[in-house]
T-cell receptor, first 107, second 114 residues
């Protein structure tokens, strides 16, 4: 059965303090790994899709990377508006969302 | 593009009552998904339609839950009778081509069953 875990569960950063979020997965035949951002009271918003190990995608202060077992979402010099829950999801035998990481960026 | 539209945004009902949640997907998208989100279980897929046909309903918790998609621009999720454990945020999402393209989520319906 496909499984996805994310760490840490919650992360507090000072504005400008770079860090990384982890998404670890166990999947039979990965067809894609997705990152979403969810703000309170809203639905998840798509950020990136990664398809193969070694692939990287960037958007503003965010960079997503993928290995055969995990993906990282690197946040460089975050701002308070980056505060949100970040979800990863894998498309394997099933499509499964991870539990998310709640990121708070303090000014 | 108005995005995925869900109604109502909030629903409070008493145990035993029927609840109907509504969703209008993005025009041109051929796949529609209903998800439920709780603190304990996160985002769970309830049912997935492709070209208005239910493809995977294995996530529908029990017979009290039913979903329909009578046409490409409308879907409903019905709970009858509702129970307190059904309290959650229910999201509808659509995509151009199943899981091969990104899911676009609505802002959800927060359901409270007392």
């Amino acid at each position: 059965e496909d499984q996805v875990t994310q760490s840490p569960e919650a992360l507090r950063l000072q504005e400008g303090e770079s860090s990384s979020l982890n998404c670890s997965y166990t999947v039979s035949g990965l067809r894609g790994l997705f990152w979403y951002r969810q703000d309170p009271g809203k639905g998840p918003e798509f950020l990136f899709t990664l398809y193969s190990a070694g692939e990287e995608k960037e958007k503003e202060r965010l960079k997503a990377t993928l290995t055969k077992k995990e993906s990282f979402l690197h946040i460089t010099a975050p701002k308070p508006e980056d505060s949100a829950t970040y979800l990863c999801a894998v498309d394997g035998q099933n499509f499964v969302f991870g539990p998310g990481t709640r990121l708070s960026v303090l000014p | 593009d108005a995005g995925v539209i869900q109604s109502p945004r909030h629903e409070v009902t008493e145990m035993g009552q029927e609840v109907t949640l509504r969703c209008k997907p993005i025009s041109g998208h051929n796949s529609l998904f209903w998800y439920r989100q709780t603190m304990m279980r996160g985002l769970e897929l309830l049912i997935y339609f492709n070209n208005n046909v239910p493809i995977d309903d294995s996530g529908m918790p029990e017979d009290r839950f039913s979903a329909k998609m009578p046409n490409a621009s409308f879907s409903t999720l019905k709970i009858q009778p509702s129970e307190p454990r059904d309290s959650a945020v229910y999201f509808c999402a659509s995509s151009r081509d199943s899981y091969n393209s990104p899911l676009h989520f609505g802002n959800g319906t927060r359901l409270t069953v007392t």
